[in-house]
């Protein structure tokens, strides 16, 4: 089976900063990976799909990149309330794996 | 608006049976695909299972973890998917979300419920 991991598996960062989060896949995927956000106590929540394409409503600070084995989730200016643990997920075929988990908060 | 509501879970004793419904509503049940992912108290998300639509022929996938213990259905009459828990052990405590699949062939999850929380324990 495919493994995905994350990194780093936290992070902490300034109101503003750009974050990167990487995420990457044992196999190619192609583009089959998905971004989620989970807010603490929260429901988790679709932000990106096929690697790159925003979901609706999803702001566009947002954004995401790769294809094979190596993606990265970016916010390009780092709002409070983006605290929030992010996990990837791969959906080439089953089982459709979640990454670990990238728990990000701010400075 | 769409809508996934979890029902059923609650405290159960290891070895015994649990089923989970999730009732959905504001589209039109049939066409999607539905999965389950769970969380074990303080963890990350894992995978449960899935579901095609009839379209697809209703086939099923599960995670290692549950296959030959969990099984998914689903009644497109009432637009309520089921997970059923059978030789449950205590590993299995956990939120157990229903999720819409985001499209029959491309597995993410674009809408999820609130989650019901099943305990195992003795």
């Known amino acids: 089976d495919i493994q995905m991991t994350q990194s780093p598996s936290s992070l902490s960062a300034s109101v503003g900063d750009r974050v990167t989060i990487t995420c990457r896949a044992s196999q190619g995927i192609s583009n089959y990976l998905a971004w989620y956000q989970q807010k603490p106590g929260k429901v988790p929540k679709l932000l990106i799909y096929a690697a790159s394409t925003l979901q609706s409503g999803v702001p566009s600070r947002f954004s995401g990149s790769g294809s094979g084995t190596d993606f990265t989730l970016t916010i390009s200016s780092l709002q409070p309330e983006d605290v929030a643990t992010y996990y990837c997920?791969?959906?080439?075929?089953?089982?459709?794996?979640f990454g670990p988990g990238t728990k990000v908060d701010i400075k | 608006e769409v809508q996934l509501v979890e029902s059923g879970g609650g405290l159960v004793q290891p070895g015994r049976s649990l089923r989970l419904s999730c009732t959905a509503s504001g589209f039109t049940f049939g066409d999607y695909a539905m999965s389950w992912v769970r969380q074990a108290p303080g963890k990350g998300l894992e995978w449960v299972g899935f579901?095609?639509?009839?379209?697809?022929?209703?086939?099923?996938e599960y995670a290692a973890s549950v296959k030959g213990r969990f099984t998914i259905s689903r009644d497109d009459s009432k637009s309520i998917a089921y997970l059923q828990m059978n030789s449950l052990k205590t590993e299995d405590t956990a939120v157990f979300y229903c999720t819409r699949v985001g499209s029959q062939l491309l597995e993410y999850f674009d809408y999820w419920g609130q989650g019901t929380l099943v305990t195992v324990s003795s």
């Open positions: 579901i095609r639509g009839k379209a697809y022929g209703g086939t099923t």
């Open positions: 997920q791969k959906y080439n075929s089953a089982p459709l794996t």
